[in-house]
């Protein structure tokens, strides 16, 4: 079974770190594009990276220059390094991606379960 999964969620302190990483298990043929969302209390879920080729990626404004998303394709992983975190970057974070299970004709989406991150001031 095709699932994702996500860790690398905790809390920290403004301006601080964090790598969070996605991984997909199970049957896959093929993983096309992987993205980060992110969901802050009572706002909608935001699209904050996404990669492709390690030369296609796209990175929201709000956290231009402070994250950087990266991909293992050998081994199935995505992963969301932050830096200088804010406050305002508080939010559970989601592992989206379109992928073809094996057995399958089509890619399909699958998201991950979230994974917390909290930014204290």
């Known amino acids: 079974q095709v699932q994702l999964v996500e860790s690398g969620g905790g809390l920290v302190q403004a301006g601080g770190s964090r790598r969070l990483s996605c991984t997909a298990s199970?049957?896959?043929?093929?993983?096309?594009?992987m993205a980060w969302y992110r969901q802050a209390p009572g706002k909608e879920r935001e699209l904050v990276a996404t990669i492709t080729t390690p030369d296609y990626t796209f990175t929201a404004d709000s956290v231009k220059g402070r994250f950087t998303i990266s991909r293992d394709y050998a081994r199935n992983v995505m992963y969301l390094q932050m830096n200088s975190l804010k406050p305002e970057d508080t939010a559970v974070y989601f592992c989206?991606?379109?992928?073809?299970?094996?057995?399958?004709?089509?890619?399909?989406?699958?998201w991950g379960q979230g994974t917390q991150v909290t930014v204290s001031s």
């Open positions: 199970g049957s896959i043929l093929n993983i096309g594009r």
């Open positions: 989206n991606a379109f992928l073809r299970p094996q057995g399958e004709n089509s890619n399909r989406q699958y």
